[in-house]
């Protein structure tokens, strides 16, 4: 061994970092863990957290918690700031981390496409607050709409619109019209939520665009069935507070405006002297390194790099995973071998199908030429989504959610919390009611 | 009947009014119940979600749902900020409510005894939101304890004060042990959490002072071994940040410092025109209307009332369900009666025990001339705390995350969430990773 003590530093505790450091084990290396919150988010639930359908602790884990048995290993609630890839070294807000190796793995941010003054009226799904705050304003819509008496008010207040027909607006449509029009229908008496009007606007031809286009017309067709307004081929012009305008010209008034359109890789990634794409996506070589920098990795949602036919790989948690442990290998070979391989193996990506929910009992799924619809597919994403949970608490807690939920149709998260500090001037407004 | 369409106004969603809500059914009645949030809390397990042992939605459920299958009533969440009882009206934030008959049900809020700045530097638990923010600002110190150099910040970061020696304080003092003795000291590898310093500071003589003394020694023992160090005799002189002077001059420095010690009646009361003890407390009349208003009552921990013996009714769930039972009668014999029975019947406090937990397996309990230590008064507090739990789910979730944490000793909601927004000027502030 060249190196007794290589410093591996991991940026990110995201499916990628994660796996990495579950993947990589070697007597001569020391792992530092940093990421900006204390947990490790199950992304592909968010929605159901903002949905209500899901508490948020369900969902994330700290990642201490899930690294603690694994010897050698730090972890470090910080945020890096800078990297400095020539002299080896990482500034975060609080600490300096020097490194042999780096595997970047900060996954991706919210992207507005160049117009960041819609994220105010239009907030995305990116993390637990996200979620915590669209679930707190969609339920004090309806809060409102039970005592408003302007009719045109009254509609914008129940009026839910989803931009981005991606797995992720169509599953938050979907949770929406199910949240409307099957939960909160029983328990207002003056407005009637089953009338709400969710619509999901997507830019394109089609939905769900990374699937063959009979899924796309199943899932829109699901998505109707649940009450749904699917708008194909509506690009959005601009948007205000509580205002949409589509390229047509057509207004949408709306108290509740989510974001599923867009992402773009973390913003770090511009700032390292590397190309990027042109959603801020590191070109990596085939081995998934840094141009330039053989002991610099860069996993998950960060990376753009295209397969062997031709296709990228896409930004899904498997994809980030097997990347993980790929990076894992070489950082073992090159420390068992001095300088590694030569040449180092390309990264392959395996595709083992690809899943979406469309609310209670329905979705779309694709594993090779099989293709599911409906009843099928929501159960195999259930079990997927199930084994994959970190943790066996949430695990459980998970599956009495979603089964309390199917029973009696009441989602049990939904709680109006963190809402603005009251009025210190007035003294009425304290807590206690 | 005299009135067919007698409209009952019931400010406040928790114990009380919930209570009135399930008991009262008059045909010739409508409710109305208003309440500044959209849930209704169980406040006796509030700093479990404090402390990392359960999630948000296990303790709290929203009111329209818990009310949903009662017919002519009506939830709104809203505020009341003016009560004008000749005009018998109610004016909120929103909306103006007119009653024939009113039920103030409104609670308690932290009292500081005339120090409302300490606030600042010593939050008190009433919410869901600041039980979210004692949970970060915690999981938050030991974070940064991880990286921290300088011994006497160090220090402070690894120590919480929890300020009075009530049932509150002692639960809180004794799961904050618990987290950090027995929890977190898995997760860390510079700092040690097992010898993080939990200080419960109690001005009086001895901690659970309604209890009998030897109950009170028996708590004592019990806390001070989960590694509580307890401070009686110990008045604070001030607060400020992260700094405790007691009156004795001493000074502890604590980045944690929980407030526990008191509590006062909503501040409607001291706008009401009626008499008020020195804590707000409404000074009712036997059957508990207020003086001059026989349609307007008041209960729970907004009320002021000897009992026969002398001894007063205690501010605890169980009386406050008891008077809304009682008022839920009156009001409903009014109803049929014309002018009710008179004179009316007084309140009676019926006290059927008193409970206090102190962490896993550790509690004490008095049960009218029974007492209980130890393991055998947790299990019936665990019983009786599961019991009252209202609703289905969050039975269940409760259950599931408790046998977990006793199984493993891993607290399942460890999220740090509510962080304050990052800085717009700093691109890599943005969440992602």
Known sequence: MRNLHAKILVLGGGFGGLSFCRHFSHPGAEITVVDRTNHHLFQPLLYQVAMAGLSAPDIAQPIRSILAHKPGLTVIMDEAVAVDLPARQVN????????????????????????????????????????????????????QAETEVDPRR?????????????????????????????VLCKDFDHIDPSRARIILIEASDRILSHLPPDLSDSARAQLEGLGVLVRIKSPVRSITHGRIELASGEVIEAENILWAAGIMAHPLTRKLGVETDRVGRLKVLPDLSLPGYPQVFAIGDMVSLQQENGKP????????????????????????????????????????????????????????????????????????????????????????????????????????TGMPAPDPGNPSAKPGS
């Open 92 to 143: 975060c807000h609080k600490n300096t981390f020097p490194f042999d190796y780096l595997v970047l793995a900060l996954g991706g941010v919210t992207s507005y496409f160049g117009h960041p003054e819609w994220e105010t009226f239009a907030p995305g799904l990116k993390t637990i607050d996200d979620a915590l705050r669209i679930r707190r304003n969609v339920l004090l819509a309806f809060e």
């Open 154 to 182: 009254l509609s914008s207040l129940m009026t839910i619109v989803v931009i981005g027909g991606g797995p992720t607006g169509v599953e938050l449509a979907g949770a929406c019209a199910e949240l409307a029009h099957r």
């Open 313 to 416: 790989v896409p930004g899904v948690a498997p994809a980030a995973m097997q990347m993980a442990r790929h990076v894992a290998r070489l950082i073992s070979d090159d420390l068992d071998l001095g300088r590694g391989r030569s040449p180092r193996p390309p990264f392959r990506y395996v595709d083992k199908g690809t899943l979406a929910t469309i609310g209670r009992s329905k979705g779309v799924a694709l594993f090779g030429k099989i293709k599911l619809h409906g009843y099928l597919a929501w159960i195999g994403w259930l079990l997927i989504h199930l084994l994959f949970l970190i943790g066996f608490r949430n695990r459980v807690s998970v599956l009495v959610s979603w089964t309390y939920s199917y029973l009696t149709y009441r989602l049990g998260a939904r709680l109006i």
